[in-house]
């Protein structure tokens, strides 16, 4: 393709170096409509002839049919699937297929195909993204009533319930979404027709092939046009906080199905054993998706190093932007999948969950806040009162309701025995009836309004 300028052919290290084909023939689907799109404005402008134009779109989906029966073959010595397809064509058309290069580069071109499946991956993901929402959704609507303990420092703080828990990841996939989104916006202008990268001289419609693609408008600078990959960083960005989301929720996944935990128990199908102890049921799955977001960040590490020092406009290293976005895509649909089947299949031993948020005077909290309410105690008055009280329990070995009348009024008269009637576990949880709190009441609200946001009442 470029031997008029050189004398000599590629060294076999220039050769494999090089070539793109192993990877890049993954948008073989994209170049072809990127393809169909450029030669048909090619004809509607008349620069090139209906005749040609209806050569060349014949010759390329022949070479569609073939690929998707055969595969994409791969040849070292054509680089990338660009010079693959158009090496086909030639094959099939004969010298007219020279003319479909007219008026585009492969720079434009390869943006254009990579702008394309990213597109189509953020789809992907956004499908799996309210996949998992739903079978969060589901459970939370289960167990809105269901008490758990709820944890700061992995330490039980306050009582809260399971269905609360797993809504706060509905709202954690919720935010990605709207970043998937937002990059899809942002992804949303085409790049063919700007060349090399100073535009062409051919009289172009590149709002024509911009429609054609389902792009919304055509990219505003050539310079830019062949050297951005924002697209595939704000991929790889939010793949990254996706990931991060799933991977708190598989480390969750994983303490709870632990013996000390005993919170849930995990679908057969979605765990291994061991081969020497025949008792083990492990949560592989769960620490793979853990896993898969090391190197989901380290993907959009990798692609950020690499686009760092660039100048205008394209330069070799971009070749290597696929392989991380690729990379990253399949790690996540498969994390996303794992992440459904164990949320929807999981059992969940609620009489565990209730009898360890008893522990750790998790409705401390309450007393202090009774304190305040009833009594006109200052809250960081209140706050040492409580914890005299958990002192006391600690003494006597019970829990905070445990304690008696005379244990309050010794430590405090306004503490009088209508307080612990405020100290159960099920009232402590039914108070906090604040917009977006625990109370099952609200829990539910927040499951309803999931629902209609998902669709699922349509």
């Avoid at 209906?50 to 070479?63: F, K, S, V, Y």
């Avoid at 010298?95 to 189509?120: C, I, M, Y």
């Avoid at 693609?213 to 990959?229: E, H, I, K, Q, Y």
């Avoid at 081969?275 to 793979?288: C, G, H, R, W």
Wanted: aromatic share 6%; proline share 4%.
């Amino acid at each position: 393709m470029w031997g008029g300028r050189f004398a000599d052919g590629p060294s076999a290290i220039m050769r494999e170096i090089n070539a793109s084909i192993p990877f890049d023939k993954a948008l073989w689907r994209q170049d072809i409509a990127g393809s169909r799109a450029h030669v048909s404005m090619l004809a509607a402008q008349g620069i090139l002839s209906a005749e040609d134009a209806q050569t060349i779109d014949d010759g390329l989906q022949t070479i569609a049919t073939e690929y998707e029966r055969d595969g994409v073959p791969e040849d070292w010595d054509l680089e990338d699937i660009h010079m693959t397809v158009e090496s086909r064509l030639i094959e099939l058309i004969g010298p007219v297929a020279g003319r479909l290069h007219t008026a585009r580069s492969r720079n434009d071109q390869v943006a254009t195909d990579f702008k394309l499946w990213t597109r189509e991956a953020l789809g992907e993901i956004d499908a799996g993204l309210a996949t998992v929402q739903a079978a969060l959704v589901a459970r939370a609507e289960e167990h809105a009533a269901d008490i758990m303990p709820g944890f700061t420092h992995l330490q039980a703080a306050q009582p809260v319930t399971l269905g609360h828990h797993l809504m706060a990841y509905y709202e954690m996939l919720r935010r990605d979404r709207m970043r998937f989104a937002a990059a899809k916006e942002r992804l949303d202008e085409c790049p063919l027709g700007a060349a090399a990268l100073a535009g062409t001289g051919f009289d172009l419609d590149r709002e024509a092939t911009a429609k054609a693609l389902g792009f919304a408008r055509p990219t505003a600078n050539s310079l830019d046009t062949v050297s951005d990959r924002d697209f595939a960083m704000d991929y790889l960005h939010a793949a990254s906080i996706a990931s991060i989301h799933l991977s708190r929720l598989a480390e969750e996944i994983i303490i709870w199905a632990s013996q000390p935990f005993g919170f849930i128990r995990l679908p057969d199908s979605l765990s291994t054993g061991s081969s020497i102890m025949p008792q083990k049921k492990n949560p592989d799955a769960a620490e793979l998706v853990r896993g898969h977001a090391g190197r989901i960040i380290g993907a959009a590490t990798a692609l950020s190093i690499t686009m760092k020092g660039l100048p205008l406009a394209y330069a070799k290293d971009m070749q290597d932007d696929k392989p991380p976005v690729f990379e990253a895509h399949s790690l996540l649909v498969l994390s996303l999948a794992s992440m459904e089947g164990m949320i929807a299949g999981a059992e969940f031993n609620t009489d565990r969950m209730l009898a360890l948020a008893s522990g750790g005077h998790a409705t401390a909290t309450d007393l202090a806040d009774w304190l305040v309410r009833e009594a006109g105690v200052p809250f960081r008055e209140a706050h040492h009162i409580t914890g005299a009280a958990v002192a006391r329990a600690d003494a006597k070995g019970c829990a905070l309701a445990e304690l008696t009348p005379e244990d309050l009024a010794a430590i405090d008269p306004r503490a009088t025995p209508e307080a612990l009637n405020h100290l159960s576990l099920e009232g402590s949880v039914a108070s906090r009836r604040s917009y977006g709190g625990t109370a099952p009441d609200r829990v539910r609200q927040q499951v309803t309004a999931a629902r209609r946001a998902l669709g699922l009442d349509s």
